[in-house]
């Protein structure tokens, strides 16, 4: 069995969410739903990796993911489970990026794909027929472009880069719109707000996360906590929360309008960075992946 991680939690004055996380990874097995013995009764096979969350005054609690209400299924929807993947279409070579793709978003509409790339550019692509076609290439940083993202309505992109430059651009014209005041060092990520006026980028060297007014572009608040490169930004779907990963190990979630301080920190590795985030549309599940590849489940509460 694999002990289990700990995790801590920094106490919130005001109401915010909390995780429960359990993990699948190359040495791990799913975790098999919770599981109360009965005289004569045999446990499960499956071990269940949790993390026990430490907070003040309950008691410390976990869930396993495997326990997890299944998703509903929209009337009209296929109830089987996936099971393979076609490819439909690929970008063609000489409209393609000329360097690494760094960054992918999609709109919420499923119309509009991003991608930002070491090339320097931005690529809008049209992407509701299954083909993709390039709408757009958006030129104007001058390094690597490390992060890209598209506002709710589909009307704005924001991008940032190595150059320190944080970026907003006309996603149907690709014209560039506003750039923020030179930043410290680079943009690692950005994401907007679920309702578009606000957009939170992420700074390295001081790994701090500036959360500002779209229209004004005023710098709001400044978050701080992480002490390595953060990785990823994720809204809730009310826009109360933020979340963020590291590279120095952790997930925290900010209360967007609280103070500087984290509502809560998961220790995960003291030696490996999470370099991914992914949210339920819901806001119920959280998945995060390791620098080992390890893919772990979060209940956000």
Avoid: C
Avoid at 226 to 240: E, F, R, V, W
């Amino acid at each position: 069995m694999v002990p289990s991680q700990a995790v801590t939690q920094t106490p919130a004055a005001t109401a915010g969410a909390s995780v429960v996380a359990t993990s699948t990874g190359p040495t791990t097995e799913l975790a098999a739903p919770a599981f109360s013995p009965t005289p004569g009764a045999t446990a499960p096979a499956a071990t269940a990796v949790s993390s026990t969350l430490a907070a003040s005054p309950a008691t410390p609690t976990f869930t396993a993911a495997a326990s997890l209400p299944l998703p509903t299924v929209k009337p009209g929807l296929s109830h089987a489970p996936a099971k393979s993947l076609k490819l439909l279409s690929s970008t063609p070579p000489q409209t393609g990026h000329t360097n690494t793709i760094n960054r992918l978003a999609i709109s919420k509409d499923g119309k509009l794909l991003t991608s930002a790339s070491d090339d320097r550019t931005v690529k809008l692509w049209d992407i509701q027929q299954g083909i993709p076609k390039l709408r757009s290439t958006l030129i104007g940083h001058l390094s690597f472009v490390l992060s890209v993202a598209i506002s709710p309505d589909g009307k704005l992109v924001a991008s940032g880069g190595e150059d320190k430059l944080l970026k907003i651009w006309d996603a149907a014209s690709g014209k560039e719109l506003k750039t923020f005041p030179e930043q410290e060092e680079g943009v690692g990520a950005v994401a907007f707000s679920p309702d578009g006026k606000f957009l939170a980028s992420a700074h390295a060297i001081p790994d701090e996360i500036h959360l500002s007014d779209v229209s004004s572009m005023k710098q709001l608040k400044t978050f701080k906590g992480h002490t390595s490169l953060i990785t990823a930004l994720i809204y809730s779907p009310n826009g109360k929360s933020l979340f963020s990963a590291s590279q120095d190990g952790t997930i925290k979630i900010w209360n967007v309008a609280g103070g500087e301080e984290a509502i809560y920190t998961s220790e995960l590795s003291q030696t490996l960075g999470v370099h991914g985030l992914a949210l339920s549309p819901d806001g119920k599940l959280l998945a995060s992946v390791q620098n080992n590849d390890a893919l772990k489940f979060w209940q956000v509460e």
